[in-house]
């Protein structure tokens, strides 16, 4: 079996060097790198030409956008599964080998796996969707295993993280699944669709990989512009297009989808400079008049391992006036 992993660079530098050797350093060993550069600069070029491993292939592009330069490295990829890890984070050596086991013993088209947080601290923590993967096997424990209409609700309301997902060719293929071009956090969408598409979806319980919060490093979701308005386009059009999918039925799912949005929604606007977030208020207002109203109604059943689903809901009707 061999797995496509996806980095793309613009400018990350020394930093990572750790990354690459992170996924050519693992013990299963039937897998490609690309690294796609996304314009970088000297440093980095340089960087990327030191190493020497036919399985790395550089692909170098104008400065396009981090959606872009994945987008690409979708194209190109050959392997049977696909995953994603950004420059400045890291894979466990054991990753892709754990993910392997789990695919040839179930044939799942989607993996999604726990990881690690370290804050500029250096404090190691669990990833923020922890508590999702503790609460699915609890529910699997007391209620039998879980159908798939289940595993895509706890699936949706997982982090929409790249690096936490392991996806088959053939999903990403006939769900013609794609990063938005045109808006930042663009992660919310490609979770979305590549769960509401999958035919099957399994956990992994090991950490995976680790998630580094840098001080002084360019991360997007760490700034307090403008920036943080793409959030509304990107919601909006994942809510589009899940209510033309059969899974717009099942009340958990939507549910499970609305709760990981308005999550996503409310801590940009807590992290917005303060001068922004009249206006941001305003065009998540027209926004909302918008939405499938069945949205809104998120029934008890819904996936809410850290028992937001009352603070959110009331965030809504603040919205709505």
């Not at 980095?7 to 796609?36: C, K």
């Not at 400065?63 to 490295?73: K, P, Q, V």
């Not at 065009?283 to 939405?291: H, K, N, Q, S, V």
Request: glycine residues 6%.
């Amino acid at each position: 079996m061999k797995f496509s992993c996806i980095m793309t660079t613009f400018n990350d530098g020394a930093i990572m060097r750790q990354s690459v050797m992170s996924v050519l350093n693992q013990t299963h060993t039937d897998l490609e790198l690309l690294i796609v550069d996304d314009g970088s600069g000297p440093e980095t070029q340089a960087i990327l030409e030191e190493f020497d491993d036919p399985r790395l292939s550089i692909l170098p592009q104008a400065n396009d956008g981090l959606s872009s330069a994945r987008n690409r490295g979708l194209h190109h990829a050959k392997g049977d599964y696909i995953c994603f890890l950004d420059a400045d984070d890291i894979r466990a050596p054991w990753a892709f080998a754990e993910v392997a086991r789990v695919i040839a013993e179930s044939g799942a088209e989607l993996i999604l796996v726990r990881g690690a947080y370290s804050s500029e601290v250096t404090r190691i923590a669990p990833f923020f969707d922890d508590a999702h993967f503790k609460c699915f096997q609890e529910e699997c424990a007391a209620m039998g295993c879980a159908d798939l209409a289940d595993r895509k609700a706890w699936a949706i309301s997982c982090e929409p993280q790249s690096a936490n997902k392991f996806i088959s060719r053939d999903l990403v293929d006939r769900g013609k699944i794609r990063f938005p071009n045109d808006h930042f956090f663009e992660d919310i969408l490609f979770h979305a669709m590549a769960v509401t598409h999958a035919r099957s979806i399994e956990f992994v319980n090991s950490c995976n990989y680790t998630y580094f919060h840098r001080q002084l490093h360019r991360q997007t979701t760490g700034s307090n512009g403008t920036i943080r308005f793409d959030i509304i386009g990107s919601a909006r059009v994942t809510l589009q297009l899940f209510q033309e999918h059969s899974d717009f039925s099942d009340a958990r799912q939507r549910g499970a989808l609305m709760l990981s949005i308005l999550r996503l929604l409310k801590w940009c606007e807590e992290n917005i400079a303060v001068y922004h977030r009249y206006a941001f208020r305003l065009a998540l207002r027209e926004t909302f008049r918008g939405i499938n109203p069945l949205y809104f109604i998120l029934p008890e059943g819904t996936p809410d391992p850290r028992c937001e689903r009352d603070v959110l809901t009331r965030y809504a009707k603040e919205i709505m006036g």
